[in-house]
């Protein structure tokens, strides 16, 4: 081996890359890349709305996405053109991207809603899905948990990032237990108690993707 | 504390060829998803089976069958491992038409267990349930959330709220079912099996 020769990195060298030809990297990159790392980032925020109104609990829940995402804020809406009237305050609490889901029966269908929300999911690839404390948020975050075969708790609190999984707690009749992901994405129904105080910022804006969606199961 | 031994009611209800109901419940009774689950017998004239996750719980005067999912390493499971636990069930021991979710994991709800149970099963999911009746057409018809509509012939419910007919909760000798019972794997159950994990006390 050469002086200032790493190992394995000149063709002096036995087994070096000079004279192997079949691993390319460079050395010890191995060593410093995981490639078993999730990549999964970002939260999809479901905002529930009715005749183009949202829900008394979205603008805690967006910004507590805003605080506790690793990357940029997605949202789904289902609705019509009564929408379009909220695009704003949506951008000013936080949401980067919002996916309008269009469909002429507007009436709420758990299962195609729940398989709309999960291939908006796949494609923004979000680390966190999260859900308001309604009753339609239940319903979806169960499916959408099932359809990904992952984690989920319902009406948790405390929401947070510690070493790079999702963890909260939540309160039971026998006491408070602490919850804590060990994979993406993780599927959150957020209690609405604990939501922090909804920080607006008129000035934001956001992109607005229009996804029709199908009602076949 | 009475003690019934129900072995031969097992084997007949697993041997019945009509409809069949399931109740998934914890050491304690739901007394809401009981009384759905027993209305649904009323009605349907089917066989019901109660499965307790643990080695022991109460089970229903009026069942015709009880199962103890009763294995060390079911402990300690989140929605995804119980989800498993039950579709295994009823997959392999207790095929049902209907299944009432009378329990959940620590972190879930009734309607994330019946949705993982749903998607395992070709079952359709139907949540939060406060009225089961018989349509004029013979077809079974719920009530969600003050609304009524027909529910097809294969499906898992979680309850909410409602009248029903009071279930007798009782002590019964059952079949304890194990992990290889089941057909499951350690990486499937328990901890290994879960995607979010629990931490019992926090201060």
Known sequence: ?217 | MIIIKDETDTKEAESYEGVRILLLTNGNMNGDAAGAALRLRNITGGKMAVAILGHSGESLREADATYYLDDPVFADSDCRASGRISVALIKKVFPCDYVVCGTSSAEGSPSSLAARIALGCDMEPVFNISGIDRSDDGSLRIIQNGTESKVSWKAVFSVSGGRWPEAVAEIREGRHLNRIDLGLGVFSVGTKGSKVLISKEVS
């Open chain 1, 1 to 217: 081996m050469s002086e200032g020769c790493s190992g394995g990195s000149c063709s002096t060298c036995p087994g070096g890359s000079g004279s192997d030809g079949e691993d390319r990297l460079p050395p010890g990159m191995l060593e410093h890349y995981d490639l078993n790392t999730d990549t999964r980032k970002g939260i999809l925020v479901f905002i529930q709305t009715e005749d183009g109104v949202p829900d008394a609990s979205t603008a805690g829940i967006l910004t507590l996405a805003r605080n506790i995402s690793d990357d940029r804020v997605f949202a789904t809406a289902f609705g019509g053109v009564e929408i379009k009237e909220r695009f704003k305050e949506i951008f000013a609490l936080g949401v980067d991207t919002l996916y309008h889901m269009r469909n002429r029966d507007r009436g709420y269908r758990p299962l195609p809603w729940a398989s709309a929300i999960m291939e908006v999911a796949e494609r923004v690839n979000a680390a966190v899905l999260l859900f308001p404390d309604t009753r339609a948020g239940e319903e979806l975050a169960s499916l959408c948990a099932a359809k990904a075969d992952a984690g989920i708790c319902v009406r948790c609190m405390d929401l947070r990032m510690e070493n790079g999984t999702m963890a909260a707690k939540k309160d039971l009749d026998t006491g408070t237990i602490g919850v804590r992901f060990v994979s993406r994405p993780a599927v959150i129904v957020a209690s609405s108690t604990g939501l922090p105080a909804p920080v607006s910022d008129p000035g934001r804006k956001g992109t607005v993707i229009n996804r029709p969606y199908s009602l076949e199961e």
